[in-house]
């Protein structure tokens, strides 16, 4: 999910991207990475107007981080969420919780991403736990409609395909699964445990 498909979401909301960028400078930027599985940029916020939602636990600050990302990542880095009511403690039965909502969410072939922020942090020489879970989306972007026969032509000619993606591995198996490319339990290998593999292994789970 990219930025272009967020201020798709933002439009259909009724919010210009365009003059939200022009309004809030954007002071600082950690880049998304696979490793990292997160983005992260820090916003100049004199006024509070972006905070406003955060209510006392944003007074005084003139600078808010905003981060997005993997689900486990985000959601591992928040000790606070944001409820109807304001800014509460996020406990441990709660984060469960959400992690189960992102986790059905992928199962299901949704790309989801997590989003938190954080008033009074200055810049990414800072830790970036300690942050205020806001919550999910997820995005439905299904395979195109010749990718289940172009598989299904492969199987038959003796080939075996196989997919590489980013998405969760559950997003994975779902749209493996719709495509006809693996069965509904079917095997996902993370990026990290191929690296992992001494050759024989790596080999056996290629084959």
Do not use: N, Y
């Amino acid at each position: 999910m990219c930025s272009s498909d967020l201020s798709v979401v933002a439009a259909k909301a009724g919010i210009d991207d365009f003059e939200l960028r022009s309004h809030f400078r954007r002071a600082a930027e950690i880049p998304f990475s696979s490793e990292r599985q997160l983005m992260a940029v820090w916003i100049e916020d004199p006024q509070a107007e972006l905070q406003a939602p955060l209510a006392a636990s944003a007074s005084g600050s003139s600078r808010l981080l905003i981060s997005k990302g993997a689900p486990e990542v985000i959601i591992g880095l928040c000790d606070r969420w944001l409820d109807g009511g304001g800014v509460i403690a996020l406990s441990e039965v709660q984060r469960q919780w959400w992690l189960d909502q992102a986790r059905d969410l992928a199962a299901r072939g949704l790309r989801v991403l997590a989003f938190a922020c954080a008033p009074h942090h200055a810049s990414p020489e800072q830790e970036l736990d300690g942050q205020v879970l806001i919550g999910l989306m997820a995005q439905l972007d299904p395979a195109r409609p010749e990718v289940a026969p172009a598989v299904a032509t492969c199987r038959e000619a003796g080939i075996r395909p196989v997919m590489i993606t980013g998405d969760h591995p559950l997003t994975a198996r779902a749209i493996g699964s719709a495509i006809g490319l693996t069965g509904a339990d079917g095997e996902v290998i993370l990026g990290r445990e191929l690296e992992a593999m001494e050759e024989p292994a790596l080999r056996e789970a290629v084959q």
